[in-house]
């Protein structure tokens, strides 16, 4: 009972705040929303017994990623958009939406009935599978950021000769 | 909250019906006890700042109100509280109403995870420590919000300096606490308190050499994560007014100090649960704690409770008086301790440590000489520091007057 209110609680405010990134007129109020939307997924996590996963979201995403971004767009001042929007843009807008739809009713298609018990989201389930069965992911993945954190340093030492 | 929600169903006959409603109802009164802790804990730190910065000038401090001067800090409430709340006519006007909340909000769900005592917590997460990291992070979000929203050059750079200095810190800050998850196996505030022991050489601070360096290196991530002197540079007076709440007046000014004082309850507790031991009694062990009964039972958390509270104390002294001795540094420097020391420093010591623990495990006799040898090192820093105090206060040619409420 409990657990359904909260899900159409966090369900909701997700779908609000994806809306309000989409529709924000500042790109400084498009990024908060976007900062609330993480959150209220992080809700959904958390009810789908996944905690580690749910504090990440907010640690990594809505807490450094998108400060990052509102830090960027803070320190470009970037107002509101201004002036007449070309013709292209209500093709595009109608483009997203479909590909929107058609994404959705793929995933509800896929997720439908399957009925898969999720795995224990305990922190050390998800350390122990880090380590064996997607022991190769993990490890791709941290070459990759290393590999972005080279480039990050380049760029930086190039702009300060 | 889980405890509390059985006691009630074993103390009344609750229906299945309301079962729901009974823990919402928990949850809504622990939310309520949370703000209200945090709120009156944020007012009389401020009392005890002030008293403690006076004796540090030579000065009394507040001592007019109250016993002492004891409601100063309800004066100074009611009197932000009346003030006018002024809302600049350029700001953006929902963030800027809105921003003072949400950084005060990331503060004191922070509490939830901290104990006081073996049964006094919020809610036990087997991700606690994760929790507090995380959900203290959305305080920057309401930090910067203010920044942009008052429009004003002073707020702008006083956000994203403060942007710049919490997710820079927060690194070294995470890394620190670290080693006490490998030591203890759980991310659970209370799980990791239990793995220690009463006496200091059970203490994970003085486990190891590192573990010493990267308590120091905790300590400094935590000033500048609450923008404490010397890290206060997001608010620096001397540049930028007050920085991110420049603009701000009355219950939302309030707002911004009362999550910035409540921070430290969260920074010192942290200290205390990962390095100082937490609620652990000296010479009684968990096993007697949890055995115990009726009496007993209230007398150990009792006892808990007090030395928690005198570790927290014990923490939050050293930062305010840090406050009043050092300068504030600059923001260059600010960047360069984090990322050219405290970071590098960080992981050297993380890796250390790991070695250090497959060499001398916790419970072995070369791990039990290097504990005891540690707590003596940190037993002679402790004394060290009460003898520089003293000289301090006598070498200013003050009577040696240790009876500061006075």
Known sequence: ?161 | MRALVDLLNRSFAVPAVYQPYLAAGVIFVLAFVIVVFAAVYSGVLIFAERRVAGRIMSRIGPNRVGPHGLLQFVADAVKLIVKEDIIPDASDRPLYRFAPYLMTMGVFAGFVVLPLSPHVIGADLNIGLLYVLAITAIAVVGVLMSGWASNSKWSLFGGMRSAAQIVSYEIPNALALLPGVLLAGTLSTQAIIRAQGGWPWEWYVFHSPMMLALFVIYFIAALAEGARIPFDLPEGESELVAGYFTEYTGFRFAAYFVGELAHTWIAGSLAVIVFLGGWQIPGVSVAEIDAAQGGMLWLYEALALAIFVLKMIFVVFLMIQLRWTLPRVRVDQMMVICWKYLLPITFVALFLILGFMLVWPWESVGGLLWRVAMTAVGLGVVVVYFWRVRYNIVAARDRLYLKFWI
């Not at chain 1, 359904?4 to 400084?28: D, E, H, K, Q, S």
């Not at chain 1, 959150?39 to 996963?53: D, N, Q, S, T, W």
């Not at chain 1, 990623?65 to 109608?94: C, D, H, T």
């Not at chain 1, 941290?142 to 340093?153: C, D, I, R, T």
């Open chain 1, 1 to 161: 009972m409990i657990e359904i209110v909260l899900f159409y609680v966090g369900a909701v405010a997700a779908i609000l705040g994806a809306a309000g990134v989409v529709l924000a007129r500042t790109p400084l109020r498009g990024a908060l929303w976007l900062i609330f939307t993480l959150c209220a997924v992080a809700v959904l996590y958390l009810l789908l017994e996944a905690p580690f996963v749910a504090a990440m979201q907010v640690l990594v995403y809505a807490g450094a990623i998108m400060v990052l971004f509102v830090f960027v767009i803070m320190l470009l001042n970037l107002g509101p958009e201004a002036g007449a929007r070309p013709a292209y843009v209500s093709v595009a807008k109608a483009s997203g939406l479909l590909a929107c739809v058609y994404l959705g009713w793929r995933l509800v298609a896929a997720l439908s009935g399957s009925g898969q018990k999720a795995v224990d989201g305990s922190v050390k389930n998800i350390g122990v599978l880090l380590v064996t069965d997607y022991l190769f992911a993990f490890e791709a993945v941290s070459v990759l950021l290393l590999v972005a954190v080279v480039g990050a340093v380049v760029l930086g030492l190039r702009r300060l000769s």
